[in-house]
């Protein structure tokens, strides 16, 4: 069985940074892609950042230059780094995790307001 543990959300000021965290326990086989999604109210899901196990990092178009995405493949933890954030990053972020099968976290609240 596979569990994540999700941690770092909150809610910060613009401009602000806050890391997140999600780590994978349980066995998980041939993991090809970590990375982080997220849904704001009455919005689709969208890409924030992956990346792979050979380290290629792919990110979505409003996050570029602000977040940066690193993992630690010894012990499937995949981390986002945001920076500068704005409110328009208030969101839930889930964790993904794309292996021979694909995994969801339950989600953590970034909330960023003044």
């Known amino acids: 069985q596979v569990q994540f543990v999700e941690s770092g959300g909150g809610l910060v000021q613009p401009g602000g940074s806050l890391r997140l965290s999600c780590a994978a326990s349980?066995?998980?086989?041939?993991?090809?892609?970590m990375g982080w999604y997220r849904q704001a109210p009455g919005k689709q899901r969208e890409l924030v950042a992956i990346i792979t196990s050979g380290g290629m990092r792919n990110y979505g178009d409003s996050v570029k230059g602000r977040f940066t995405i690193f993992r630690d493949n010894a012990k499937n933890t995949v981390y986002l780094q945001m920076s500068s954030l704005k409110p328009e990053d208030t969101a839930v972020y889930y964790c993904?995790?794309?292996?021979?099968?694909?995994?969801w976290g339950q989600g953590t609240q970034v909330t960023v307001s003044s």
């Open positions: 349980g066995t998980i086989f041939d993991i090809y892609s």
């Open positions: 993904r995790v794309v292996a021979r099968f694909d995994y």
